[in-house]
T-cell receptor, first 115, second 109 residues
Framework: GAGVSQSPSNKVTEKGKDVELRCDPI?????LYWYRQSLGQGLEFLIY????????KSGLPSDRFSAERTGGSVSTLTIQRTQQEDSAVYLC?????????????FGPGTRLTVL | GQSLEQPSEVTAVEGAIVQINCTYQTSGFYGLSWYQQHDGGAPTFLSY????GLEETGRFSSFLSRSDSYGYLLLQELQMKDSASYFC??????????FGKGTSLLVTP
């Protein structure tokens, strides 16, 4: 595809349920990032993938959050036992490489609402 | 700790010039980026500065002073479509970007 895609675009779930968010990066991009954006706030880093491995998981807020990437492409962010404070827009980005000059291209995000 | 400071809101008139400042305090510095985000949209890359000085891309310019831990985004010939949030972001010693909280720019007729 031409850009980063994410699905679903919107997800409403009940507190305590598990959710899976999907990211399809730009073809050929080796680096993939997940960020979270709360209303009116900046982007908060969650996790970074280089290929299928995640060298930096330091931003994951709790052990309820996990992510994987398969085939060096698609990534899934899973939130278990969702809480109301998990409500936010989850953004995925990819870049060609990991140089600081490699632009991160963002997808449109998944808006998660936990009732 | 890491911190990036930018004004929360700026208002300017169509056709005018506006400057959005960003000061940062991070562990390590490998460049300052600027992103634009319209309501409900994806952040879109605008510019990247790794070295001191001014980078110009069309109506947008970005400046960096590493000694002052300071940068700014300059938008010229403002158009209504420039109304959006603008984020500065620093690449520090890690691989992710550290973002400021964003500046909401409102362009009025």
């Amino acid at each position: 595809g031409a850009g980063v895609s994410q699905s679903p675009s919107n997800k409403v779930t009940e507190k305590g349920k598990d959710v899976e968010l999907r990211c399809d990066p730009i073809s050929g991009h080796t680096a993939l990032y997940w960020y979270r954006q709360s209303l009116g706030q900046g982007l908060e880093f969650l996790i970074y993938f280089q290929g299928n491995s995640a060298p930096d998981k330091s931003g994951l807020p709790s052990d309820r959050f996990s992510a994987e990437r398969t085939g060096g492409s698609v990534s899934t962010l899973t939130i278990q036992r969702t809480q109301q404070e998990d409500s936010a827009v989850y953004l995925c980005a990819s870049s060609l490489g990991v140089l600081a000059s490699d632009t991160q291209y963002f997808g449109p995000g998944t808006r998660l609402t936990v009732l | 700790g890491q911190s990036l400071e930018q004004p929360s809101e700026v208002t300017a008139v169509e056709g005018a010039i506006v400057q959005i400042n960003c000061t940062y305090q991070t562990s390590g510095f490998y460049g300052l980026s600027w992103y634009q985000q319209h309501d409900g949209g994806a952040p879109t890359f605008l510019s990247y500065n790794a070295l001191d000085g001014l980078e110009e891309t069309g109506r947008f310019s970005s400046f960096l002073s590493r000694s002052d831990s300071y940068g700014y985004l300059l938008l010229q010939e403002l158009q209504m479509k420039d109304s959006a949030s603008y984020f500065c972001a620093v690449r520090d010693s890690g691989y992710a970007l550290n973002f400021g909280k964003g500046t909401s720019l409102l362009v009025t007729p």
